[in-house]
T-cell receptor, first 114, second 111 residues
Framework: AQSVAQPEDQVNVAEGNPLTVKCTYS??????LFWYVQYPNRGLQFLLK??????LVKGSYGFEAEFNKSQTSFHLKKPSALVSDSALYFC????????????FGTGTRLTVIP | DGGITQSPKYLFRKEGQNVTLSCEQN?????MYWYRQDPGQGLRLIYY???????QKGDIAEGYSVSREKKESFPLTVTSAQKNPTAFYLC??????????FGPGTRLTVL
């Protein structure tokens, strides 16, 4: 079965410090992986995706993610956190058998402390 | 959120009532989705549609119904059979490539 795990419900980081939001996945076949961000009472915004190719994927707002096949991980990173990065982050994996449906993790709330 | 609209933004329902949530997209996407979001549970798929006049149940379809009569529209009805409907509902659409695009959501509260 396809699934993603976000082991941390909450991540706190000081403004200007690097941030990492963790995601591990389980999928049959080649993984298609995604990161989304959600601000309060809003829909999800797409940040980046990994389909194939370079293991380091660059996305919106200075975010990047590193795909690691051996560790089945797809951690989201940013070199220098901003207070405006505070939000709820979701990792997702595409279901290769189910019409491109996505399985979402439970989310990680990132708080950037000024 | 651009290109996908959901209405209303907030919706209140009395127990025993059916309510319909609207989702419209002008992105010419074939596929559309409905998700339910509860605190600490992430997003769970209710229904999805890959093409007009066709739709499939997701993981938590009980107590919900949908229709897809037009490419642009994918309304969700929350019926009285849904015992715990209070949640944040998100609609999404997807073009031929992989990522889904989300609407701004509707927060449904049962009074």
């Amino acid at each position: 079965a396809q699934s993603v795990a976000q082991p941390e419900d909450q991540v706190n980081v000081a403004e200007g410090n690097p941030l990492t939001v963790k995601c591990t996945y389980s999928v049959s076949g080649n993984p298609y992986l995604f990161w989304y961000v959600q601000y309060p009472n809003r829909g999800l915004q797409f940040l980046l995706k990994y389909i194939t190719g370079d293991n380091l994927v660059k996305g919106s707002y200075g975010f990047e993610a590193e795909f690691n096949k051996s560790q089945t991980s797809f951690h989201l990173k940013k070199p220098s956190a901003l207070v405006s990065d505070s939000a709820l982050y979701f990792c997702a994996v595409r279901d290769p058998f189910g019409a491109n449906n996505l399985f979402f993790g439970t989310g990680t709330r990132l708080t950037v402390i000024p | 959120d651009g290109g996908i609209t959901q209405s209303p933004k907030y919706l209140f329902r009395k127990e025993g009532q059916n309510v319909t949530l609207s989702c419209e997209q002008n992105l010419n996407h074939d596929a559309m989705y409905w998700y339910r979001q509860d605190p600490g549970q992430g997003l769970r798929l209710i229904y999805y549609s890959q093409i007009v006049n066709d739709f499939q149940k997701g993981d938590i379809a009980e107590g919900y119904s949908v229709s897809r009569e037009k490419k642009e529209s994918f309304p969700l009805t929350v019926t009285s059979a849904q015992k715990n409907p209070t949640a944040f509902y998100l609609c999404a659409s997807r073009p031929s490539y992989n990522e889904q695009f989300f609407g701004p959501g509707t927060r449904l509260t049962v009074l």
